[in-house]
């Protein structure tokens, strides 16, 4: 069982960037497929990013196709999420995801475990 912790979030300006880490313990962090949710107050938790085991696979939603970017260092057990050009809409919680296919998928249900989340703030 991997648990994971999200950190990097903050309060940014329209235009910015942040990067977020998720740092993962207690299992074999090059089995699991790593997802980047958000959630913002009201709506549903929506995929962001994910990458596969090896890290040579990513996927995003048209909607963040080329401002944001997820990697991850396995000899580090730890995902990144480098988000660019930053807009008020992205804002949210944004959580870490990992599931043991290795599969990416957009749904929430197709992840075992959770992290607690990290607040992004995007200021007009």
């Known amino acids: 069982q991997v648990q994971l912790v999200e950190s990097g979030g903050g309060l940014v300006q329209a235009g910015g960037s942040l990067r977020l880490s998720c740092a993962a313990s207690g299992g074999t962090f090059s089995t699991y497929t790593v997802g980047w949710f958000r959630q913002a107050p009201g709506k549903e938790r929506e995929f962001v990013a994910g990458?596969?085991?090896?890290?040579?696979?990513?996927d995003y939603p048209d909607s963040i196709k080329g401002r944001f970017t997820i990697s991850r260092d396995n000899a580090k057990n730890a995902v990144y999420l480098q988000m660019t050009v930053l807009k008020p809409e992205d804002t949210a919680v944004y959580y870490c995801?990992?599931?043991?296919?290795?599969?990416?998928?957009?749904?929430?249900?197709?992840?075992?475990?959770w992290g607690m989340g990290t607040q992004v703030t995007v200021s007009s």
């Open positions: 995801a990992a599931r043991s296919g290795s599969a990416i998928y957009y749904r929430n249900s197709a992840y075992d475990y």
């Open positions: 990458v596969r085991r090896s890290g040579g696979s990513t």
